[in-house]
């Protein structure tokens, strides 16, 4: 699936861009179920669904009416539909992960993030790793875009080697999930947007430094996010966003032993709120 100096740059680097992770048939499946799941928010007025810890699966951002739906994250959408789930277990991205963490692959969870026109919601600059640790760190984080992706409408923000470095997710003894705002200008600095059309996956590893800013166009950024680790990367915390499939071995075999790495590595608490958007600080519907 993936070139040899596509494998060499995404450990150099910490990320590559590919083409082909979703075809057009698939792209639009997933699109038409989306805008399904748009349309039912607009019957409600704080977040809804339950996942299998009990948080709200759709998460909807302050200000979120019928009028102008504003629903910015879906949890574990493989779990509730056939299309998510065709394309993140059964395609060809999982083939491509295999190709730079080795054959044997879990699926972990996966989300939609959705900037449409006119919200306020962004990403701070944050590690994934923190989110879920691990006994080894062979994680890759895939970012399947559904629409063309800009510097206008918020595509995601990502740091160039940052992958080789350890950042706190702590202030003042609390888990707030990104990194300290004070390293904010230096990471936008030595960014790159990640920009792409339809179809193109962003591979990036579990440490890798990103974020993004709103949206600040008239077109929809929707972006599809999957999480995988090797088999033997065995979890040393609930998941963040648990899913029905969690843990389940996709491609090649279970592991028979966890592979341990030397590190040492902040634990996160299971905070309460229903998507990391919250715990960054951002405001929810129907909450004060």
Same mark, same amino acid.
């Given at each position: 699936m993936l070139s040899k100096s596509q494998v060499d740059q995404f450990w150099e680097d910490g990320f590559i861009i590919a083409k082909g992770g979703a075809t057009a048939e698939q792209l639009n499946d997933l699109s038409s179920q989306l805008d399904e799941w748009i349309e039912q928010? @607009? =019957?409600? =007025? @704080? !977040?809804y669904g339950k996942t299998p810890d009990g948080k709200s699966r759709f998460d909807l951002e302050a200000g979120h009416s019928a009028e102008k739906p504003r629903l910015r994250r879906v949890a574990n959408p493989a779990d509730i539909s056939d299309s998510y789930?065709? *394309?993140l277990i059964k395609g060809v991205i999982p083939d491509m992960v295999a190709d730079l963490i /080795? &054959? !044997?692959l @879990?699926?972990?969870h996966c989300k939609l993030n959705i900037k449409l026109p /006119?919200?306020?919601t962004k990403v701070d600059f944050h590690q994934d790793h923190p989110y879920d640790p691990h006994t080894n760190d062979d994680m890759v984080t895939a970012l399947l875009m559904l629409d063309e992706m800009t510097e206008e409408n918020g595509? &995601? #923000? #990502? *740091?160039? /080697?940052?992958h080789k470095k350890r950042y706190s997710h702590f202030q003042n003894g609390k888990f707030t999930g990104k990194i300290d705002p004070n390293l904010n200008a230096e990471f936008e600095e030595s960014s790159v947007p990640i920009i792409g059309k339809p179809g193109d996956v962003c591979l990036m590893h579990t440490w890798m430094v990103h974020g993004g800013p709103p949206n600040h166009s008239n077109n929809p950024r929707r972006l599809l996010i999957c999480d995988y680790p090797a088999a033997d990367a065995m979890p040393l915390s609930p998941p963040m966003v648990p899913s029905i499939y969690s843990h389940k071995v996709i491609r090649g075999q279970p592991a028979r032993f966890a592979r341990m790495i030397n590190a040492q590595l902040e634990i996160r608490p299971q905070y309460t709120e229903d998507s990391f958007f919250e715990l960054q600080g951002q405001a929810t519907a129907g909450k004060i």
């Open positions: 928010s @607009k =019957d409600h =007025d @704080k !977040n789930y065709e *394309v /080795g &054959p !044997n @879990k699926f972990h /006119g919200m306020q595509c &995601p #923000l #990502l *740091v160039p /080697g940052s």
